[in-house]
């Protein structure tokens, strides 16, 4: 069983349109969620860390559902740069982190 | 901005051959990492550090690997006796403090291919 689960696309989307990613992850006790974002051939950088109640970064907002073991990334107004492969990231104890073979995005003029 | 950074950029060898791959993590950061990146697949964990000790390792990480942090500013992955199947991209992260919430950073990356 997978700890973490992710369409990995590919998204191809317009400028200017709303795309959403979802993640599931399988360990009950994780604690910490992050999405971070892979340029080809580069690592990984971190867009946001998830938070309960849900969090916004300009463009970006995350929601965490731990009922249903569940993180979304929402990208509105998206942009040629967005265009990347985005990771779920999870853990539970800190000292292990779990990666999501993450979804592609490509962002179209 | 601080940074982590890792050396070389890319590490060339003969099957067998034992490498060092080093990182420099941020300065005031406590906790160490070592992922690895096959390419075309997910970022796959395999050991962490902290306190001059390892705090969790994977799988992957079995003998022909081990960690060292030997000055108090590099941390290296040796890897004893490379096989094909270690060529991937090597990336080292540091975490400030411990606890839950506390992002890592990466560095970038060290492209291992074995002959």
């Known amino acids: 069983r997978k700890e973490v689960e992710q369409d990995p696309g590919p998204f191809n989307v317009p400028e200017g349109a709303t795309v959403a990613f979802n993640c599931t992850y399988s360990?009950?006790?994780?604690?910490?969620f992050f999405w971070y974002r892979q340029d080809c051939r580069k690592e990984p950088k971190l867009l946001m860390s998830?938070?309960?109640s849900g969090n916004e970064d300009g463009r970006f907002t995350a929601q965490l559902n731990r009922a249903s073991q569940y993180i979304s990334l929402l990208i509105r107004d998206s942009k040629l740069s967005d265009s990347a492969t985005y990771l779920c990231?999870?853990?539970?104890?800190?000292?292990?982190?779990?990666f999501g073979t993450g979804t592609s995005l490509t962002v179209i003029p | 901005e601080p940074e982590v950074t890792q050396t070389p950029s890319h590490q060339v060898t003969q099957m067998g051959q034992e490498v060092i791959l080093r990182c420099v993590p941020i300065?005031?950061?406590?906790?160490f990492y070592w992922y690895r990146q096959i390419l075309g697949q997910k970022v796959e964990f395999l050991v962490s550090?902290?306190?001059?000790?390892?705090?969790?390792k994977s799988e992957i990480f079995d003998d022909q690997f081990s960690v060292e942090r030997p000055d108090g500013s590099n941390f290296t992955l040796k890897i004893r006796s490379t096989k094909l199947e270690d060529s991937a991209m090597y990336f080292c992260?540091?975490?400030?403090?411990?606890?839950?919430?506390?992002?890592?950073?990466f560095g970038p990356g060290t492209r291992l291919t074995v002959l």
């Open positions: 992260a540091s975490r400030r403090r411990g606890g839950t919430g506390n992002e890592q950073f």
């Open positions: 360990n009950s006790a994780s604690q910490s």
């Open positions: 998830v938070y309960s």
């Open positions: 990231v999870v853990t539970s104890t800190g000292n292990q982190f779990y």
């Open positions: 300065s005031n950061h406590l906790y």
């Open positions: 550090f902290y306190n001059n000790e390892i705090s969790e």
